[in-house]
T-cell receptor, first 115, second 114 residues
Framework: DGGITQSPKYLFRKEGQNVTLSCEQNLNHDAMYWYRQDPGQGLRLIYYSQIVNDFQKGDIAEGYSVSREKKESFPLTVTSAQKNPTAFYLC??????????????FGPGTRLTVL | AQSVTQLDSQVPVFEEAPVELRCNYSSSVSVYLFWYVQYPNQGLQLLLKYLSGSTLVKGINGFEAEFNKSQTSFHLRKPSVHISDTAEYFCAVILSGGSYIPTFGRGTSLIVHP
């Protein structure tokens, strides 16, 4: 079955540590995205990537980093510089970044808690 | 820049009652409109979308939405809800000819009571 997988589902981190969230898709989608979700705030875009080896900052990129070395993979690193990292993180992908009307497909999410 | 307003943060309703979740957007150009549903601790999944054509769009699980250009609205409706419809619902907008990145509303929590 095609889809998007995120791992781990739950992640606990101590303050000052970097952590990496995994996102893999086998849908052959060009574009991939990372969102942060906090209660009552909807989805906020962290980073997105249209093609391999290229990515752009979203609205709240500070304290985060990404890489896109393979089409199917878009890992997100939450660095110690992120002041309030506890949140639910969602990865998404879409078919073709050059066509504006394609819906996004979402992974199941990773819940990160900083202890 | 476009914005999306979901007027109700929470909508409680009894099972088998009708429901309407409201979504308004601000844009001076044509838009593409989407409704997504998120069940607890899961990702979002597409309910329905409006790209062009008929303003009444039917989606999965018995939901439908109507695009009203003059009122810049895209309200989601279901004539009879089930307990299993309890979830968070997000409206999203993409500008035609602009960035392909959607703008999401803040979400509406639908709570269906028995």
């Amino acid at each position: 079955d095609g889809g998007i997988t995120q791992s781990p589902k739950y992640l606990f981190r101590k303050e000052g540590q970097n952590v990496t969230l995994s996102c893999e898709q086998n849908l052959n989608h060009d574009a991939m995205y990372w969102y942060r979700q906090d209660p009552g705030q909807g989805l906020r875009l962290i980073y997105y990537s249209q093609i391999v080896n290229d990515f752009q900052k979203g609205d709240i990129a500070e304290g985060y980093s990404v890489s896109r070395e393979k089409k199917e993979s878009f890992p997100l690193t939450v660095t110690s510089a992120q002041k309030n990292p506890t949140a639910f993180y969602l990865c998404a992908s879409s078919i073709d970044s050059g066509i504006s009307y394609n819906e996004q497909f979402f992974g199941p999410g990773t819940r990160l808690t900083v202890l | 820049a476009q914005s999306v307003t979901q007027l109700d943060s929470q909508v409680p309703v009894f099972e088998e009652a009708p429901v309407e979740l409201r979504c308004n957007y601000s844009s001076s150009v044509s838009v593409y409109l989407f409704w997504y549903v998120q069940y607890p601790n899961q990702g979002l999944q597409l309910l329905l979308k409006y790209l062009s054509g008929s303003t009444l769009v039917k989606g999965i699980n018995g939901f439908e939405a109507e695009f009203n250009k003059s009122q810049t609205s895209f309200h989601l409706r279901k004539p009879s809800v089930h307990i299993s419809d309890t979830a968070e619902y997000f409206c999203a907008v993409i500008l035609s000819g602009g960035s392909y990145i959607p703008t999401f509303g803040r979400g509406t929590s639908l709570i269906v009571h028995p």
